[in-house]
Nanobody, 121 residues
Framework: VQLQASGGGLVQTGGSLRLSCAVS????????IGWFRQAPGKEREGVLC????????YYAESVKGRFTASGDNAENAVYLQMNSLKPEDAATYYC???????????????WGQGTLVTVSS
């Protein structure tokens, strides 16, 4: 199982960015993918999880209404759409999954390399 996050970059406050998580070793017929982020000097924070069974579970209240996620079986990729970005959203973003294909925040087994999101004020 491998995951690779991409799509990070520099965006202005209020702007949008879409991150991609390319997965291999499993298909998106049945999946759960979590998105996490870590800002410099801070602990890693769960953002949300998207699963084929239950849709989106938000870990972070601060992103509700601004972030959403989707999966593309044909591309074997999951996307994190981030709108109305704020400086406090700046972080390295990671995607992850687990053997059980659940959205339990403490049960992630496989992690991709992160992608850096910078938000200018």
């Amino acid at each position: 199982v491998q995951l690779q996050a991409s799509g990070g970059g520099l965006v202005q406050t209020g702007g949008s960015l879409r991150l991609s998580c390319a997965v291999s070793g499993f298909t998106l017929d049945y999946y759960s993918i979590g998105w996490f982020r870590q800002a410099p000097g801070k602990e890693r924070e769960g953002v949300l999880c998207i699963s084929s069974r239950n849709g989106i579970t938000y870990y972070a209240e601060s992103v509700k209404g601004r972030f959403t996620a989707s999966g593309d079986n044909a591309e074997n990729a999951v996307y994190l759409q981030m709108n109305s970005l704020k400086p406090e959203d700046a972080a390295t973003y990671y995607c992850a999954t687990n053997y059980g294909m659940t959205c339990s925040i403490d049960e992630y087994d496989f992690w991709g390399q992160g992608t850096l999101v910078t938000v200018s004020s």
